[in-house]
């Protein structure tokens, strides 16, 4: 009998509970966020990317962002205590001179790579990331600029919709240093499911 009870007493607390003014509301994720950093791991608990903002909000499984960076960290990064914070950090724009950007990496031996938009939406279920305004990618070897963006963590990609401008730098001799190679531009970028209009 005891146990009967048991079950009933729980039921009773569930029910009264679920009928108290705003217990429909509890989905998990409607968060509002400031100054931000949201670590992200895989499946195994490795850490992959950081995302910091000045501000958001959760709804559902999507995370509304403003002035996010998204720090892609080294595959050798086991956890968040060997990152800094990168919190507020600004990139350098496009022509930066190859010992700026060695200055700038230098204390960034975690980051693979940094993107920053003024707005982005994180698609939580699925890892992916997109935004309609410009976009910023910097890395030691690669930068690039455009207008909107999609990224995948899973299948690895960013896709920069337009106005899309690359520089690219080769290592020379010493660790950081750096010369500039190359730098394209292509102002359109086919629609990226292909069809054609």
Avoid: C
């Avoid at 003024?118 to 279920?125: G, I, L, Y």
């Avoid at 896709?159 to 020379?172: P, Y």
Wanted: proline letters at 4%.
């Amino acid at each position: 009998m005891k146990p009967v009870k048991f079950f009933i007493g729980i039921w009773l607390l569930l029910s009264t509970a679920a009928a108290l003014p705003g217990a429909e509301s509890s989905d998990m994720g409607n968060a509002k966020l400031t100054d931000f950093k949201l670590p992200q791991y895989s499946e195994g608990g490795k850490l992959v990317f950081i995302l910091y903002g000045e501000s958001g909000y959760a709804a559902g499984i999507n995370v509304f962002l403003e002035k996010v960076v998204i720090d892609l960290v080294q595959s050798s990064i086991k956890d968040i205590d060997s990152v800094h914070d990168l919190q507020g950090v600004e990139l350098y724009p496009l022509g930066t001179s190859a010992a700026e950007i060695a200055a700038f990496w230098a204390d960034k031996p975690y980051a693979a790579a940094l993107i920053y938009s003024p707005t982005a939406v994180f698609d939580r279920s699925t890892n992916t990331i997109k935004g309609d305004r410009d976009v910023h990618f910097r890395s030691r070897l690669l930068d690039i600029d455009g207008e909107g963006f999609d990224g995948d963590y899973q299948s690895k990609t960013i896709h920069i919709r337009k106005n899309v401008q690359i520089e690219i730098r080769r290592l020379t001799s010493g660790l950081g240093s750096s010369r500039h190679i190359a730098t394209a531009v292509n102002t359109e970028q086919p629609d990226r499911k292909g069809s054609e209009k």
